[in-house]
């Protein structure tokens, strides 16, 4: 049992198991990678100049009115449909009423009783001792809605909005396209739930990828998760349900179930009751702390957003959409498993490392795809994993590793220096043929050349050439290793192995 | 020609592209006018001198340059202070925007100055268009031309104001329960709200965003076809913008022909309660309308009588949310920021300072109806309300080609009388306000004097949706057979200022 | 139609965002129980299955090419703002996390 400094109580997760099951729901926002805004034509670019990027509708300044973004709408219907959704005939935009400094209308335009998209579904795998299993996590709705400015909290010791003096609002994000995904509750996890609820996460983040609608970026905001959780006693009736905001990492959905079971199984327990309320999660502690409560709720006075006109996709619009569709995740793993004849646990390593996309590039480009695979989870994983980068970050493309391969089959390089290449490619010094020029990376094959250099070796070590003539033939290694250092890695070992017996007339 | 300022807006346009008078000219003889009578009737809240004759200038070197020019090039006009105008100091009538100025133009004011039209300045509007007769505007009530110690009309009163003074012969207005039929009646002009979506909401300062709708006034019908073609047609800004053609409006002005017309008196907007000599003017405008030519008959609008209900619960709703933007924090008034006072508190100080108690009602109202637990109950059954009118009109259309009634029940009331009597105030809208809540457009013009107090008198044309030519069709004609049996239009009746 | 009270206005006021004084709190349940007494009568039309009106011109499916457009300078984006700083807009310390 450990307690916070917010007074907070947690009990160990085992323990906590052991009596409660847990019940969860998901809250999903993804920002669209549209080029404009979902009801104006400013950029949505990230990281401009504080507002470089607002006009008139999305300050929301007086007598200004929102028109839909129709590629908003379509992605908003792709990811149903990736989702298994159903798409609504017709539906509305409605109005969120409630005061906050960084939304500029005071109203945020949502979807309310009529989204876009519901009752959908997306299966996820989560590895268990027993193996892979799957689970069902249904979706309740997918709907559009628009994201707020971005406030900066200024003055007290913090940073953050308690203690703060007062704050500063940048609304270059005001208004840009935000899609929100609410899944129906998720019960029968067990233990899993943790891990259930990442998997998920996860599993929706590579949709996004693969649809193309969002970079779907956790660390920069493009995708925020809100976690409902509560705990029941088997064979009870369901808890009170806590909502954990502010969960902005895979790693912290885990934790943020995984804290919220042990924090109200330790309410329980105690005999307390857990409260209906909105906690934050806080990346460096792991924990969540109390919000706003929900018995003091606002009343957000949802009513038909006026200025805007339904929304009634046309059917022949959605078999569109829904024919335009790429390959799911869950589908491209399936198939290249067999295709690259790899057992579950390879998959889910490649899966797992962010991988997957980059070996079928490179097999793309006609690589052997035990080669593609060795490269990308062995040396430039271990890299990204240094750097604490994803993969794809690394300024190594499928594209170099085809050019690498190739010259190693042709001879030209070897193992050790295509590592060479890859240092230099990630170091950024140029190209791949630019790294080989200046790191004058080339395997020595001129016969004359390495012959001389064993001469060398083999008069700096006379006694070495008697060893292998009378037939310990193992110390040829100690020469091959002095020609390789007088060739700077850049010779074929087994060729130098090959010209020394030879030239010491002995045959293996 | 006589004095500019008396002249109507199509004589003028006609006499700036023939060259006999300039554009500059006409511009100086209004703002002249502005100075000498305004200091009484108190219609403008702001005149940018300068920038109209700029204006007025470059149409006049237009006309120079042989330019064709549009219909009412060089005309000034009065515009609503509700309608964003960019680097123009936009009030909407409320303390809490004073010093406003909008970085951008509304779409009305875009077309405005693509049609040549000058743009004197900002007309004064109850605050944020919440009223009936101009009293509630932050910055002192307007006074009508015909006598000052009477209301000119609302929210519009403004404009309407202007208008009949001779301050300028084009007015913008916008139209939300009947902002800018009721004033046209109370001051003996005319005023058309356009079928909703006719003309762009765009950089309108929203009060109930399904029922409001800009449109054009002026003291001749055909003067407001003119501008109501002006500032007509589909705007990709506003959403609800009609993406269909504009029927013509001036070629029926120009017909004005009503032979053959089914014309249907709404029974339940008539009768009881409203002013003996509003009745009187209204009968006999149904006489002339039948000598010349249109049938006349009755038809039943049962619905109506929950307009005024519906209507008090849809437009305080979408008022609630429309003004939660005024929170001090971008633009506007900002009370209480002490350093010490937060986030939420300073709004609500703003607020409480910065809106009229007109305001605050309907805030308040519209917050309760929307609430959870009562939107069914109010927001939810007013729009099924809504439903039972439009069937209403839509039935009674099936019958005519027009439905007409008094504009209002009354003349123009004193300024005070009504003014701590909300429900009183709201009842001045009864007629007007099933247009708005159906969508369709109507048009309100003067049939004469109450022969009780010798005020004007306004009649109402409604026409279904999408059809506004209808309106001007049959006000056209009554106008003129009007005009010629009085010899004038009514407005030279108006008294010296 | 339930009436409103002085403790029901205070709640809308602070719904609503309005400092609302004590009188104001006294003036207003008043009005607003006339006022809705008044419109109530809605509520006698009997519309069960009557479908609700939200927009008078029927239209569906209005959308905008997704296309960057020039957007305000940032002077003319902070020009009426009550107070700035650092290109941003100042706004009074947040007591209440949302
Ligand atoms: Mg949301
Ligand atoms: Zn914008």
Same mark, same amino acid.
């Given at each position: 049992m450990t307690t916070t400094s917010h007074g907070d109580v947690y009990i160990p997760f085992d323990e906590a198991m052991s009596r409660y099951e847990p019940i969860i729901g998901i809250e999903t926002h993804v920002e669209l990678g549209t080029n404009s805004k979902m009801w104006c034509g400013c950029s949505t670019d990230f990281g401009s100049d504080a507002n470089t990027q607002v006009c008139p509708v999305c300050l929301g300044l007086p007598g200004s009115m929102p028109v839909v973004n129709r590629v908003a709408v379509e992605s908003t219907i792709r990811i149903g449909l990736a989702l298994n959704c159903n798409i609504a005939e017709w539906c509305r935009f409605a109005r969120k009423n409630y005061f906050y400094p960084d939304m500029p209308k005071d109203y945020q335009i949502s979807q309310y009783d009529e989204p876009l998209c519901y009752d959908g579904y997306l299966d996820v795998t989560v590895d268990t001792p027993d193996g892979p299993q799957v689970f069902r996590v249904e979706i309740e709705r997918v709907h559009m809605e628009e994201d707020t400015g971005k406030l900066t909290h200024t003055g007290g010791a913090t940073g953050r909005i308690h203690g703060a003096e007062y704050s500063l609002v940048d609304y270059n994000r005001a208004g840009i396209p935000l899609i929100e995904i609410v899944t129906k509750t998720v019960i029968g996890t067990g233990s899993l739930a943790p891990e259930v609820a990442k998997a998920y996460v996860k599993e929706l983040r590579d949709v996004m990828r693969a649809l193309g609608v969002s970079d779907v970026r956790m660390e920069e905001g493009s995708m925020r998760c809100d976690v409902n959780l509560s705990l029941n006693k088997p064979g009870d009736g369901w808890g009170t349900r806590s909502e954990t905001k502010n969960v902005n990492s895979l790693r912290s959905v885990e934790r943020a179930v995984r804290s919220e079971i042990e924090r109200q199984a330790s309410v329980l327990d105690n005999g307390g009751r857990v409260i209906q309320e909105t906690r934050h999660f806080h990346e460096d502690t792991g924990r969540s702390t109390s919000g706003r409560?929900? @018995?003091?709720? @606002?009343?957000?006075?949802?009513?038909? @957003?006026?200025?805007l006109v339904p929304v009634a996709p046309s059917r022949d619009w959605v078999e569109e959409l829904r024919a335009g569709l790429p390959e799911m995740p869950s589908v491209k793993r399936a198939r290249l498993k067999e295709e690259w004849n790899i057992n579950d646990f390879e998959l889910a390593s490649l899966a797992n490392s962010g991988a997957l996309d980059l070996v079928e590039a490179t097999i793309a480009f006609g690589v052997d795809s035990v080669a593609a695979r060795k490269w990308w989870t062995g040396e430039l994983l271990r890299v990204a994993n240094e750097q604490g980068v994803e993969l794809e970050a690394l300024s190594v493309t499928p594209h170099d590793i085809q050019q690498v391969e190739s010259l190693i089959t042709s001879g030209a390089l070897n193992d050790k220096l295509a590592r060479q290449v890859f240092e230099g490619l990630l170091a950024g010094e140029g190209t791949v043929e630019e790294i080989i020029a200046t790191r004058g990376l080339a395997v020595v094959s001129d016969d004359g050349a390495l012959l001389a250099a064993i001469d060398e070796a083999l008069a700096a070590a006379p006694d070495v050439a008697e060893k292998i003539q009378s037939g310990k033939i193992q110390a040829a290694g100690a020469v091959v290793g002095a020609v390789m250092k007088a060739t700077k890695g850049q010779a074929d070992a087994a060729k130098v192995r090959a010209l020394l017996l030879e030239r010491l007339g002995v045959s293996e | 020609m006589g004095d500019l300022f008396r002249q109507n807006a199509s004589v003028l346009a006609n006499a700036i592209a023939t060259k006999e008078v300039s554009a500059v000219e006409v511009t100086q003889a209004h703002l002249d006018r502005i100075s000498a009578v305004d200091g009484k009737v108190h219609a403008f809240l702001h005149v940018n001198a300068q920038a109209a004759l700029e204006q007025a200038k470059a149409v006049d070197a237009k006309v120079a340059a042989g330019t064709t020019l549009g219909p009412l090039a060089g005309v000034p006009l009065g515009l609503k202070d509700v309608l964003a105008m960019k680097g123009e100091p936009t009030t909407a009538g409320s303390k809490i925007l004073e010093g406003w100025r909008p970085p951008y133009d509304s779409t009305v004011v875009q077309r405005l100055r693509a049609a040549d039209i000058v743009i004197l300045g900002k007309t004064n509007m109850d605050e944020f268009a919440?009223?009936?007769?101009?009293?509630?505007s932050a910055y002192g009530a307007t006074h009508n031309p015909w006598d000052l110690d009477r209301i000119p009309g609302g929210s519009g009163g403004g404009s309407a104001a202007a208008l009949a003074a001779f301050e300028a012969p084009l007015a913008i207005g916008t139209d939300t329960g009947g902002s800018i039929r009721q004033p046209a009646s109370v001051t003996g002009t005319v005023g058309v709200k356009p079928t909703y979506g006719g003309v762009s909401r765009y950089g309108q300062i929203a009060l109930a965003s399904s029922l409001d709708q800009p449109g054009p006034c002026a003291r001749t019908v055909l003067d407001t076809a003119l501008l109501h073609a002006a500032i007509a047609g589909h705007d990709p800004m506003d959403s609800t913008s009609i993406n269909a053609p504009v029927p013509d409006v001036v070629a029926a002005a120009k017909r004005a022909d009503v032979r053959g017309m089914k014309i249907g008196v709404?029974?339940?907007? &008539? &009768?009881?309660?409203?002013q003996a000599g509003v009745s009187q003017r209204y009968a006999e405008a149904l006489e002339i309308l039948q000598s010349l030519g249109a049938e006349v008959i009755e038809v039943s609008c049962p619905s109506f009588e929950y307009a005024l209900g519906a209507y008090y619960l849809i437009l305080p709703s979408e008022a609630s949310s429309n003004l939660a933007r005024f929170d001090g924090m971008r633009y506007g008034l900002r009370v209480g920021d002490d350093g010490n006072n937060g986030v939420e508190q300073v709004m609500s100080m703003t607020r409480e300072a910065g809106f009229g108690p007109e305001v605050k009602r309907r805030i308040m109202l519209g917050t309760y109806a929307l609430s959870s637990g009562y939107y069914d109950a109010y927001y939810g059954q007013a729009q099924k309300v809504r439903t039972l009118i439009t069937r209403d009109f839509n039935a009674a259309f099936e019958q005519v080609d027009v439905l007409v009634s008094p504009t209002a029940p009354t003349t123009a009331f004193k300024l005070g009388e009504k003014l701590d009597d909300p429900i009183a105030m709201y009842l001045n809208d009864v007629a007007t306000i099933p247009v708005n809540l159906a969508g369709i457009g109507a048009m309100s013009l003067p049939i004469g004097?109450?022969?009780?107090?010798?005020l004007p008198v306004g009649f109402q044309i409604m026409a279904p949706a999408m059809a506004d030519d209808r309106l001007y069709l049959a006000g056209g004609a009554l106008e003129a057979a009007l005009t010629d049996r009085w010899g004038h239009l009514l407005i030279e009746e108006a008294p010296e200022l | 139609m339930t009436s409103i009270s002085r403790a029901d206005v205070a709640h809308l006021g602070r719904l609503a965002r309005l400092e609302l004084t004590e009188s104001e709190l006294d003036h207003y349940s008043e009005q607003l129980d006339v006022i809705l007494q008044s419109v109530a009568?809605?509520?006698?039309?009997?519309?069960?299955d009557i479908p609700p009106m939200s927009h008078p011109i029927p239209m569906v499916n209005v959308f905008r090419d997704d296309v960057v457009k020039p957007s305000l300078t940032r002077q003319e984006a902070l020009a009426a703002a009550p107070a700035t700083e650092d290109d941003r807009f100042r706004v009074p310390r947040i007591l209440d996390e949302e």
């Amino acid at each position: 049992m450990t307690t916070t400094s917010h007074g907070d109580v947690y009990i160990p997760f085992d323990e906590a198991m052991s009596r409660y099951e847990p019940i969860i729901g998901i809250e999903t926002h993804v920002e669209l990678g549209t080029n404009s805004k979902m009801w104006c034509g400013c950029s949505t670019d990230f990281g401009s100049d504080a507002n470089t990027q607002v006009c008139p509708v999305c300050l929301g300044l007086p007598g200004s009115m929102p028109v839909v973004n129709r590629v908003a709408v379509e992605s908003t219907i792709r990811i149903g449909l990736a989702l298994n959704c159903n798409i609504a005939e017709w539906c509305r935009f409605a109005r969120k009423n409630y005061f906050y400094p960084d939304m500029p209308k005071d109203y945020q335009i949502s979807q309310y009783d009529e989204p876009l998209c519901y009752d959908g579904y997306l299966d996820v795998t989560v590895d268990t001792p027993d193996g892979p299993q799957v689970f069902r996590v249904e979706i309740e709705r997918v709907h559009m809605e628009e994201d707020t400015g971005k406030l900066t909290h200024t003055g007290g010791a913090t940073g953050r909005i308690h203690g703060a003096e007062y704050s500063l609002v940048d609304y270059n994000r005001a208004g840009i396209p935000l899609i929100e995904i609410v899944t129906k509750t998720v019960i029968g996890t067990g233990s899993l739930a943790p891990e259930v609820a990442k998997a998920y996460v996860k599993e929706l983040r590579d949709v996004m990828r693969a649809l193309g609608v969002s970079d779907v970026r956790m660390e920069e905001g493009s995708m925020r998760c809100d976690v409902n959780l509560s705990l029941n006693k088997p064979g009870d009736g369901w808890g009170t349900r806590s909502e954990t905001k502010n969960v902005n990492s895979l790693r912290s959905v885990e934790r943020a179930v995984r804290s919220e079971i042990e924090r109200q199984a330790s309410v329980l327990d105690n005999g307390g009751r857990v409260i209906q309320e909105t906690r934050h999660f806080h990346e460096d502690t792991g924990r969540s702390t109390s919000g706003r409560s929900k @018995e003091k709720a @606002e009343d957000y006075r949802y009513f038909p @957003e006026p200025d805007l006109v339904p929304v009634a996709p046309s059917r022949d619009w959605v078999e569109e959409l829904r024919a335009g569709l790429p390959e799911m995740p869950s589908v491209k793993r399936a198939r290249l498993k067999e295709e690259w004849n790899i057992n579950d646990f390879e998959l889910a390593s490649l899966a797992n490392s962010g991988a997957l996309d980059l070996v079928e590039a490179t097999i793309a480009f006609g690589v052997d795809s035990v080669a593609a695979r060795k490269w990308w989870t062995g040396e430039l994983l271990r890299v990204a994993n240094e750097q604490g980068v994803e993969l794809e970050a690394l300024s190594v493309t499928p594209h170099d590793i085809q050019q690498v391969e190739s010259l190693i089959t042709s001879g030209a390089l070897n193992d050790k220096l295509a590592r060479q290449v890859f240092e230099g490619l990630l170091a950024g010094e140029g190209t791949v043929e630019e790294i080989i020029a200046t790191r004058g990376l080339a395997v020595v094959s001129d016969d004359g050349a390495l012959l001389a250099a064993i001469d060398e070796a083999l008069a700096a070590a006379p006694d070495v050439a008697e060893k292998i003539q009378s037939g310990k033939i193992q110390a040829a290694g100690a020469v091959v290793g002095a020609v390789m250092k007088a060739t700077k890695g850049q010779a074929d070992a087994a060729k130098v192995r090959a010209l020394l017996l030879e030239r010491l007339g002995v045959s293996e | 020609m006589g004095d500019l300022f008396r002249q109507n807006a199509s004589v003028l346009a006609n006499a700036i592209a023939t060259k006999e008078v300039s554009a500059v000219e006409v511009t100086q003889a209004h703002l002249d006018r502005i100075s000498a009578v305004d200091g009484k009737v108190h219609a403008f809240l702001h005149v940018n001198a300068q920038a109209a004759l700029e204006q007025a200038k470059a149409v006049d070197a237009k006309v120079a340059a042989g330019t064709t020019l549009g219909p009412l090039a060089g005309v000034p006009l009065g515009l609503k202070d509700v309608l964003a105008m960019k680097g123009e100091p936009t009030t909407a009538g409320s303390k809490i925007l004073e010093g406003w100025r909008p970085p951008y133009d509304s779409t009305v004011v875009q077309r405005l100055r693509a049609a040549d039209i000058v743009i004197l300045g900002k007309t004064n509007m109850d605050e944020f268009a919440m009223g009936s007769s101009t009293e509630h505007s932050a910055y002192g009530a307007t006074h009508n031309p015909w006598d000052l110690d009477r209301i000119p009309g609302g929210s519009g009163g403004g404009s309407a104001a202007a208008l009949a003074a001779f301050e300028a012969p084009l007015a913008i207005g916008t139209d939300t329960g009947g902002s800018i039929r009721q004033p046209a009646s109370v001051t003996g002009t005319v005023g058309v709200k356009p079928t909703y979506g006719g003309v762009s909401r765009y950089g309108q300062i929203a009060l109930a965003s399904s029922l409001d709708q800009p449109g054009p006034c002026a003291r001749t019908v055909l003067d407001t076809a003119l501008l109501h073609a002006a500032i007509a047609g589909h705007d990709p800004m506003d959403s609800t913008s009609i993406n269909a053609p504009v029927p013509d409006v001036v070629a029926a002005a120009k017909r004005a022909d009503v032979r053959g017309m089914k014309i249907g008196v709404v029974k339940e907007l &008539g &009768g009881e309660g409203y002013q003996a000599g509003v009745s009187q003017r209204y009968a006999e405008a149904l006489e002339i309308l039948q000598s010349l030519g249109a049938e006349v008959i009755e038809v039943s609008c049962p619905s109506f009588e929950y307009a005024l209900g519906a209507y008090y619960l849809i437009l305080p709703s979408e008022a609630s949310s429309n003004l939660a933007r005024f929170d001090g924090m971008r633009y506007g008034l900002r009370v209480g920021d002490d350093g010490n006072n937060g986030v939420e508190q300073v709004m609500s100080m703003t607020r409480e300072a910065g809106f009229g108690p007109e305001v605050k009602r309907r805030i308040m109202l519209g917050t309760y109806a929307l609430s959870s637990g009562y939107y069914d109950a109010y927001y939810g059954q007013a729009q099924k309300v809504r439903t039972l009118i439009t069937r209403d009109f839509n039935a009674a259309f099936e019958q005519v080609d027009v439905l007409v009634s008094p504009t209002a029940p009354t003349t123009a009331f004193k300024l005070g009388e009504k003014l701590d009597d909300p429900i009183a105030m709201y009842l001045n809208d009864v007629a007007t306000i099933p247009v708005n809540l159906a969508g369709i457009g109507a048009m309100s013009l003067p049939i004469g004097l109450a022969p009780e107090d010798g005020l004007p008198v306004g009649f109402q044309i409604m026409a279904p949706a999408m059809a506004d030519d209808r309106l001007y069709l049959a006000g056209g004609a009554l106008e003129a057979a009007l005009t010629d049996r009085w010899g004038h239009l009514l407005i030279e009746e108006a008294p010296e200022l | 139609m339930t009436s409103i009270s002085r403790a029901d206005v205070a709640h809308l006021g602070r719904l609503a965002r309005l400092e609302l004084t004590e009188s104001e709190l006294d003036h207003y349940s008043e009005q607003l129980d006339v006022i809705l007494q008044s419109v109530a009568r809605i509520s006698e039309v009997a519309a069960d299955d009557i479908p609700p009106m939200s927009h008078p011109i029927p239209m569906v499916n209005v959308f905008r090419d997704d296309v960057v457009k020039p957007s305000l300078t940032r002077q003319e984006a902070l020009a009426a703002a009550p107070a700035t700083e650092d290109d941003r807009f100042r706004v009074p310390r947040i007591l209440d996390e949302e």
